[in-house]
């Protein structure tokens, strides 16, 4: 986070909401610390984990006056300002002007991008704003990443991760780029390609997480648990080979690890927040998109922040994650999941306490 006028406050706003975590605090004093801001759903990709060709339009974009509701209410406390949302933030025009807009606030910034376009000068603004960036790319073969990711152009992706990763070495920030790679039962049997892919783009980190699709689906690993012991073996020989680190941000499938679902409260309906195209308000960035709008707790275009941030719906969501955690309890089904699955992603850059899990 870069010195500015906000250090102060985003420091008091930082200690406030780790203080409200700990004491189990269900209305808050302290603002988000994490805001994630969904400037599009729109995409240049449809795959098929996703949507279909021209099943979201354009015009699901934010509109100029609801960021800048967004950014004066929110950006002031915020640390960390997540760009990016359903669909692909880096083709907008406004980009730009809208990481712009954020930085200005002192706030890091961080997006996830299929790269699978030219836009040098978004390339370099990135560079210059040191943005930590996750790049989706699901195979190192082009025929097999264009049917997994809806006719992305791995050239192109190489080009531009090569861009990055210098601008990014010169800089010093190589650990701000990395790989989401999403397991598939296409992709199972050459995930170890990636580690090359990743060592000849100079990218030390991979993430592998499972693909979200219902079980009957011919994308789904759930049935393909006796592959894994293989492919994660040979992945992580040659990613020692190469120098890469690989990581899950979650279980590849139910019960690979048993995490222990008593243990501390998810720190996200305490310190993020999310902020669909059209002004809708969630709690937690792994319910972006059309998956997640059951979740949403209220609607800037009606409520104010304050309201919706410390109203029933999210207290008694935050009482259910200091409490007994009933899947079943309104707004927590996807919760549940998570404490049996889900581990550290980036939630290591507000606590560096927290531990990815490596492969």
């Known amino acids: 986070m870069k010195d500015s006028p906000y250090r102060v406050q985003k420091d008091a706003n930082a200690a406030t909401a780790r203080a409200e975590y700990a004491a189990g605090s269900v209305r808050l004093r302290a603002r988000p610390r994490v805001v994630f801001v969904e400037l599009t759903r729109y995409c240049n990709l449809s795959c098929p984990m996703c949507r279909s060709a021209g099943s ?90 264009k049917d997994i990711r809806g006719g992305a152009n791995l050239a192109l992706i190489l080009d531009n991760l090569t861009v990055l990763a210098n601008g990014y070495k010169q800089r010093g920030f190589t650990d701000r780029l990395r790989l989401y790679v999403t397991c598939q039962r296409k992709n199972l049997n050459v ?17 592998l997480a499972p693909v979200t699709v219902e079980p009957v689906s011919p994308l789904s690993i759930i049935g393909q648990e006796r592959s894994f012991p293989v492919v994660l073996e040979r992945l992580r020989v040659k990613a020692r080979h190469a120098g890469v680190r690989v990581f899950q941000t979650s279980n590849l499938w139910e019960g690979q690890f048993e995490l222990d679902a008593a243990g501390p409260a998810c720190i996200h309906p305490w310190m993020y927040c999310h902020v669909t195209y059209d002004g809708r308000v969630g709690f937690c960035d792994h319910l972006i998109g059309p998956h997640g709008d059951p979740f949403i707790l209220g609607h800037l275009q009606s409520d104010p922040f304050e309201k919706i941030w410390n109203g029933d719906a999210w207290v008694d969501l935050r009482r259910e994650h200091c409490g007994t955690r009933r899947s079943e309890a309104p707004l927590f089904s996807e919760c549940a999941w998570c404490y049996r699955n889900r581990f550290i992603d980036f939630e290591d850059l507000l606590e560096p306490k927290l531990v990815k899990v490596s492969v």
């Open 56 to 145: 979201v339009s354009q015009s699901e974009t934010m509109s100029s006056e609801l960021f800048e509701l967004v950014a004066e209410e929110l950006f002031p406390c915020a640390e960390l300002v997540d760009l990016r949302g359903w669909g692909e933030s880096l083709i907008l025009p406004e980009f730009s002007e809208r990481m712009e807009r954020a930085l200005a606030y002192g706030c890091d910034i961080r997006l996830v991008t299929n790269l699978s376009f030219r836009r040098p000068a978004v390339l370099n603004a990135l560079i210059e704003a040191g943005a930590y960036v996750g790049v989706s790319v699901d195979a190192a073969d082009d025929e097999l990443l």
């Open 191 to 207: 995930l170890d390609e990636i580690v090359s892919l990743a060592e000849a783009a100079g990218i030390g980190d991979i993430f």
